[in-house]
C-alpha cells in the first residue's frame, strides 16, 4: 500500500515560505551571530551520534525514564547522560517531563529501530570514520582529490569491504535513506508499466522489493557486489518477493545483467566522476532492449542561492568518493548525452530527490 503524500507543489509552497521567514529572521541580527547560530550545530550533532549509539529510544520506547534509570539500563555515567538529554530536550530531540523523567517525541521517534528509522544512517555519518574524514576536507579542496583515500590510505568501498562492521552500518544506513525516501519515489512514478525491473547497484535490495511489493506482477533484478548483497535474502523474504527477485552478484563497471525493462540506479550516480559514471552508463545501454527505459534517482543541484540539501550533500561526496559530486540537471542532461542516452523527463518528488528518466539516443 503507497503512502499517501501531499501534493508537491504544496510542499513546494510551504518550503518556500519557510526558506522566506528564516531568512527573514537571520537579516535582523548581525551576521557574526547568525554564523555563531549555525556554528553550534558542532556541540548538537555528536550528542546525536550518542543518542543513536546508545539506542536511548529504543529504551524509551515502552515508557519515560529518568536519566538515572536510562544510566542503570546503559551501564553508563548518570550525571552526564542527563546532560546529553537535557541538551537533546533544549532542540526538539526527546522531551523533559515534569517529574524529571524523558520521553520520545515525533523528533526521538526517528532514532528507532523501526520504519521511518534514521538511526543507522546517523551512526554512518556521524561515527568516526566519517566524522575524522570531514576533518580533513581541506585536502579536497586543495588537491581536487578525494579526502577519504588520504585519511585512510585506500578508496571508501575498498575500506568498507575489510571493515565488515563498518559496512554493515552503511549498508543499514542505505536502507534507512531508501526508507526516508520510499514514499515519495512510489507514489510519484508509475512502476506498473514495466515487466522487468532491474536495479543496479541496489544494496539490500529495500527499495527494489517495496517496488515489486507495490506492483504484483513485475519481477525483478538485484545487482551489487557479493558484499553488498550479504543481507538481501532477509529483506527480500521480509517482503515476500523472493519468488520475484533474482539476485546477481557482479560489477558494475565489467557487465550489467541484459533484458530488463527498467533499469534504476538510486543514489549511484553520483558516487563517480564523469569517465567513470559514463562507463557505467554506457554498460547499462549495451544491456538494454531498445524500448527499454533508464531511471536515475538522485537529488538535482538547483542554481543560484536557492538553499538545498544537494549542495551540502555534494561536500560528503567531494570528501568521501574519487571524482563523487552532485550534479545540476544539465550536467545530468550532458552525462547522458555522452553515453548514449536521451533525457525524456524529471520528476520532482516532496523528498530532496528527483526522478531523472532517459531512453537510448535514436
Known sequence: MVQKLPPVWLIRAIQTFRTFLLQFNRKLFPGNVVLYE???NFWLLPSIYVAAKLDIAGELKEKPLTAEELAARLKVDAGNLARILRALSSQGIFAETGDGKYQLNSMSKGL???PGSLRHM???HLGPVNWNLMSNLEYSVRTGKDA???KY???TYEYLAGHPEEYSVFDKSMSNLSDLGLAPILQTYDFSRFSIIADIGGGEGFLLANILQNNPLAKGILFDTPDALLKSQDIISFHHVENRITVVPGDFFSAIPAGADLYM?????HNWGDRQSIDLLRKIHGAMKDSSTLLIIEMIVPPGNEPSLAKLLDIQMMASMPGGLERTLPEYAELLRNSGFTLTRTISTIAPISLI???KSQ
Open 38 to 40: 549555525q556554528f553550534q
Open 112 to 114: 528507532l529501530d523501526a
Open 122 to 124: 546517523i551512526l554512518h
Open 148 to 150: 577519504f583515500t588520504n
Open 153 to 155: 590510505g585506500k578508496p
Open 265 to 269: 540506479l538510486k543514489n549511484i550516480v
Open 357 to 359: 528518466e532517459a531512453r
